[in-house]
């Protein structure tokens, strides 16, 4: 299964658009990139998924690259509230339950 | 949409006690469950993963006798850990998804289990 590396912690201004990257060089053309977030003594909260577009909602923008080795996760204007440990994961692509493993994640931190 | 109810949200209890922990998809059919446990300042490690009507399948290093899991409807999947002891305490978290291709994992809030 394709592994992913993130920075361990970011700081990001309130207000600001926050660009958090994860690289995943080994990802397999099949194998879709999630990304979820865990505020502290929570559940993880899913965040946005893709295969090779970008992708949008409500919550977040993600940006694929085209060789797919790498994506970023764009928060358009970070509160307070998006503190957390954000993580990218590949899922597994032979598994059919859709397995996530995680991995250590980001720790985001937005500062007022 | 995509509601995961855990509960108990917190347990404490003795040594040697049973804890059930239940997880429930309030507004979808979760053809598939999964518990993890999450010890502090470390990520999340899966611990098995649940098809409704069939046994469980679980991570290696994970004691399928300690933990056992009933995924018996389609709303509903239980974690049971049998004879707990402080070193079982963690945070225990359930996740659940409709099976349907890649749609994503939706999680519960965790259950803080403290073994005194």
């Known amino acids: 299964d394709a592994k992913t590396t993130q920075p361990p912690s970011m700081d990001c201004a309130e207000g600001r658009a926050a660009n958090l990257p994860c690289n995943h060089s080994?990802?397999?053309?099949?194998?879709?990139v999630y990304w979820y977030r865990q505020i502290h003594s929570q559940g993880p909260q899913y965040i946005i998924h893709?295969?090779?577009n970008n992708e949008t909602n409500e919550m977040a923008s993600l940006i694929i690259t085209e060789d797919r080795k790498s994506s970023t996760l764009i928060l358009p204007h970070a509160t307070l509230r998006d503190t957390a440990v954000y993580y990218c994961?590949?899922?597994?692509?032979?598994?059919?339950?859709?397995?996530?493993?995680f991995g250590a994640g980001t720790q985001v931190v937005v500062t007022p | 949409g995509a509601v995961v109810s855990q509960h108990p949200s917190r347990v404490i209890c003795k040594s040697g006690t049973s804890v059930k922990i239940e997880c429930r998809s309030l507004?979808?059919?979760?053809?598939?469950m999964f518990w993890y446990r999450q010890f502090p300042k470390q990520s999340l490690m899966l611990m098995a993963t649940?098809?409704?009507?069939?046994?469980?399948?679980?991570e290696q290093g994970v004691e399928k006798d300690k933990f056992l899991i009933n995924h018996a409807s389609l709303t509903l999947s239980t974690l049971t850990v049998t004879s707990a002891h402080p070193e079982d305490s963690s945070f225990y978290i359930c996740?659940?998804?409709?099976?349907?291709?890649?749609?994503?994992?939706?999680f519960g809030d965790g259950t803080r289990l403290s073994i005194l």
């Open positions: 507004d979808f059919q979760a053809t598939t």
């Open positions: 994961i590949v899922r597994v692509a032979t598994d059919s339950w859709g397995k996530l493993q």
């Open positions: 996740s659940a998804r409709d099976g349907r291709g890649y749609q994503p994992q939706h």
């Open positions: 893709g295969l090779k």
């Open positions: 080994t990802i397999s053309g099949n194998e879709y």
């Open positions: 649940s098809n409704e009507g069939s046994k469980a399948t679980y």
